[in-house]
């Protein structure tokens, strides 16, 4: 059965520093999304994506963060100047309609 | 605003004993809700929606929009349940989920 996958599954990083989380959604899929979750809080949204461009994004996606779809099967997550605060998991989702499929998540911490 | 609430952070139910995980949402127009459970280790994954009324691995979830709740039920907790259970809405119009805190559920032996 088709998963989601992302890499790395871990990243530590200092402040300041730019990250890429990278993700290869389910390879029928058309939408794409990324959320986090800071440990012990709820999974929260950040962007959405369709056709090559931004769907939809909360507040939290602003502009330190930034997506791309390079090459046609990985999506992909930048942070330009990582905060400590951005220390979260982060999970990747993919689908053809309403049901999402996540990614294991990548657990980013920011030194 | 939406709002998904799952009061409970923490349920712990004998194995055999009936469970209910409450979630309640907060949408004034027609709200899409799901289940997701994430197992020990695993990623997250769809348990329920509620369009298709379906019974998955004996959980089920009724809608009920007069009190705006989706909570999640089985008659007889097994061991293999206990993991972490979301409660999500999708709005209309977009394809966002809104998760609730979560339920961690533990069927003890």
């Known amino acids: 059965e088709p998963e989601v996958t992302q890499t790395p599954s871990h990243q530590v990083t200092q402040m300041g520093q730019e990250v890429i989380l990278r993700c290869v959604p389910i390879?029928?899929?058309?939408?794409f999304y990324w959320y986090r979750q800071i440990l012990g809080q709820k999974v929260e949204f950040l962007v959405s994506?369709?056709?090559?461009?931004?769907?939809?994004k909360s507040e939290i996606f602003d502009d330190q963060f930034s997506v791309e779809r390079p090459d046609g099967s990985n999506f992909t997550l930048k942070i330009r100047s990582t905060k400590l605060e951005d220390s979260a998991m982060y999970f990747c989702?993919?689908?053809?309609?309403?049901?999402?499929?996540f990614g294991p998540g990548t657990r980013l911490t920011v030194l | 605003a939406q709002r998904v609430t799952q009061p409970e952070k923490l349920l712990s139910v004998f194995k055999g004993a009936p469970v209910e995980l409450k979630c309640n949402y907060s949408?004034?127009?027609?709200?899409?809700l799901f289940w997701y459970v994430q197992y020990s280790r695993q990623r997250l994954q769809l348990l329920l929606r509620?369009?298709s009324r379906e019974s998955i691995k004996g959980f089920t979830a009724d809608l009920n929009k007069g009190e705006t709740s989706f909570h999640l039920k089985k008659p007889f907790a097994q061991e293999e349940d206990s993991a972490m259970y979301y409660c999500?809405?999708?709005?209309?119009?977009?394809?966002?989920?809104?998760f609730g805190t979560g339920t961690r559920l533990k069927v003890l032996a």
């Open positions: 509620h369009i």
């Open positions: 949408y004034s127009g027609s709200p899409e």
């Open positions: 989702a993919s689908s053809l309609g309403h049901e999402q499929f």
């Open positions: 994506f369709y056709n090559n461009e931004i769907s939809e």
């Open positions: 390879s029928n899929h058309l939408y």
């Open positions: 999500a809405l999708r709005t209309s119009g977009t394809y966002k989920y809104i």
